[in-house]
């Protein structure tokens, strides 16, 4: 059984570019998360996507965008592209329901360097 | 607002030595806990999770950690290190059911020494 799947692993962009990061929820989980984690830091949630509807968003901006497909895939967009975006980019799937208890499962990310 | 401090950036044992890694919470409400585990250039995985069953948890690779409501506390420990310990090791805090955000710590980095 398939977990949760990023793509890419790895990403070089310039300042000022738009990027678009892409996760595959495991088998049986509708919710997707994202989160992004810097250098020496924890993750942070950046927002949540189920229904195809955005949820729950944290403390970033507009910038950040996303959105969900009837096959529970989701897509991160970032637009306008600063330095400080160069991060590793998680994505983490969930049931909801019963189940929804903290089943969270994690990717394994997607590595964005900003140059 | 929920928040979580990890003390510690940086933490060395010994092989065979006991594993302590500090995590103090702050919460309004009762919380759920969670330790994950993340080796280089990898994701995060569950180790364990608090969801205010039993003080006492106990996850994967002979980790457990202990909620401690009167100290605001969740320390992860193992018994004896092993070189297949060393990671980065974050705690992280929600509230309620479902699908709550995880508020995560800034993490710790575990060294195992031979």
């Known amino acids: 059984d398939a977990g949760v799947t990023q793509s890419p692993t790895h990403l070089i962009k310039t300042r000022g570019q738009q990027v678009t990061l892409r996760c595959s929820p495991k088998s049986g989980h509708d919710t997707v998360s994202w989160y992004q984690q810097a250098l020496g830091q924890g993750p942070q949630f950046i927002f949540q996507y189920y229904e195809e509807e955005e949820r729950q968003r944290g403390n970033f901006p507009d910038r950040f965008s996303g959105h969900q497909f009837p096959n529970y895939s989701s897509e991160l967009n970032v637009n306008a592209l600063l330095l400080g975006d160069s991060a590793l980019y998680l994505c983490?799937?969930?049931?909801?329901?019963?189940?929804?208890?903290?089943?969270?499962?994690f990717g394994s990310g997607t590595r964005l360097t900003v140059v | 607002a929920q928040s979580v401090t990890q003390l510690g950036s940086h933490v060395s044992v010994s092989e065979g030595a006991l594993v302590l890694l500090r995590c103090n919470y702050s919460?309004?409400?009762?919380?759920?806990l969670f330790w994950y585990v993340q080796y280089p250039n990898q994701g995060l995985q569950l180790l364990l999770k608090?969801?205010?069953?039993?003080?006492l948890v106990k996850g994967i690779n002979g980790f457990e950690a202990e909620f401690k409501k009167s100290e605001t506390s969740f320390h992860l420990t193992k018994p004896s290190a092993h070189m297949s310990d060393a990671a980065e090791y974050f705690c992280a805090v929600s509230v309620n059911s479902g699908n709550t955000p995880l508020v995560f710590g800034k993490g710790t980095r575990l060294s195992v020494i031979a």
């Open positions: 608090y969801t205010s069953a039993a003080t």
């Open positions: 983490a799937s969930s049931p909801t329901g019963r189940e929804a208890n903290y089943g969270y499962t």
């Open positions: 919460s309004s409400v009762p919380p759920y």
